[in-house]
């Protein structure tokens, strides 16, 4: 396609995003009116947003339109599989400059297309306005199937802390890409666009899981939520982190201790859960730690002052940054 967007216009872009929309049985009226219909067999809709801004979320020269499309559709939609729930339909807002290519939407829209098909989820509308900057605002809906929502506040002492999907691979290949590299492409490929184990959510939940969150922020920040959110502690056993030896390499040739993009990196989406100590977990989850209780016997020490830490490593805190903040400096 040539041109800009301004060229296009704007009804002229909607019909060319549009038109890049499958249907889907939970979408039962898409775009083209005021609002879209979405089925809500349970009665109650699980709903997520997101916002990704060009410069702070994603850069042009690392990754394509469309991988920015696969990463903005999979973040909202591992928020809905991490309440226990299945997708069925997202939202998309974009502001974009007039000078920019036409074809820039339009593989994103193709993107987030194919990534709520991964899901089992489609596009049911969304809105275009002029900007000076590429914004990308996603809201994702999904469908509970009669199942209670996991959320961060079911937590209790004696549980197991199970993980799965990857840890740290966001991380590694955004230190790859900061030094003009593009390989090992696995680590560069999980950075523009993570791959979120959405069955486990549900799967999860069916478990008989206590709570629930997905890694979007670094695996102690998460845990830290679901800590605060349930009064407890949460200790992590550093050796049961499945670290790659490709991934240490790059540690290596970075001069980053690799532990800390498992524990600390996010995008990932990777689905972490809190089980009863009973429970039989399937192979795709990796046991990593278990839920304390949050002051007595085994308790670390805080400084004077302070509250006692919410997550431990191997039974002490973590000295290093514990994740991402967007309004850190």
């Known amino acids: 396609m040539k041109g800009s967007v301004g060229a296009l216009g704007e009804f002229g872009l909607i019909r060319e995003l549009t038109s890049r929309i499958s249907g889907t049985p939970a979408v039962r009226l898409g775009p083209g009116d005021d609002a879209a219909v979405v089925a809500a067999p349970d009665r109650r809709v699980v709903a997520s947003t997101d916002i990704l801004v060009e410069g702070s979320h994603f850069r042009r020269d690392w990754s394509t339109a469309y991988d920015v499309g696969r990463k903005a559709a999979a973040q909202n939609l591992a928020d809905i599989a991490a309440m226990g729930a299945t997708p069925s339909a997202v939202l998309l807002g974009l502001v974009l400059p007039a000078e920019l290519p036409a074809t820039w939407p339009v593989e ?31 809201t994702a809906l999904g469908d509970l199937a009669g199942r209670e929502p996991l959320t ?5 002492p004696g549980d197991l802390v199970a993980v799965t999907g990857w840890l740290g691979w966001s991380a590694a290949g955004h230190a790859v890409l900061s030094r003009g590299f593009r390989s090992p492409r696995a680590f560069v ?37 679901i800590a605060q959110g349930s009064k407890v502690r949460i200790d992590i056993a550093s050796a049961a982190l499945d670290m790659p030896a490709q991934m240490n390499d790059i540690g290596q040739a970075v001069g980053v201790d690799p532990l800390q993009w498992v524990l600390t990196g996010g995008e990932d989406h990777a689905i972490v859960a809190t089980f009863p100590p009973e429970t039989k977990l399937p192979a795709r989850w990796r046991i990593i730690g278990e839920v304390l209780p949050s002051r007595g016997r085994g308790a670390p020490a805080a400084p004077e002052g302070a509250p006692p830490p919410r997550v431990t490593v ?16």
């Open 152 to 156: 961060r506040t079911g937590a209790r």
């Open 189 to 225: 490929e999980a950075h523009r666009r993570p791959e979120p184990p959405y069955p486990a959510g549900p799967a999860g939940a069916a478990l008989g899981a206590t709570s629930m969150t997905d890694v979007s922020d670094g695996l102690i920040a998460d845990l830290g939520h």
């Open 108 to 138: 994103l829209m193709d993107g987030i297309r194919d990534e709520c098909q991964v899901a089992g989820a489609g596009v049911a509308g969304g809105d275009v306005v002029r900007g000076d900057t590429v914004i990308v605002s996603i």
């Open 314 to 329: 191997d039974g002490e805190p973590w000295e290093n940054a514990g994740g991402w903040d967007h309004f850190a400096g």
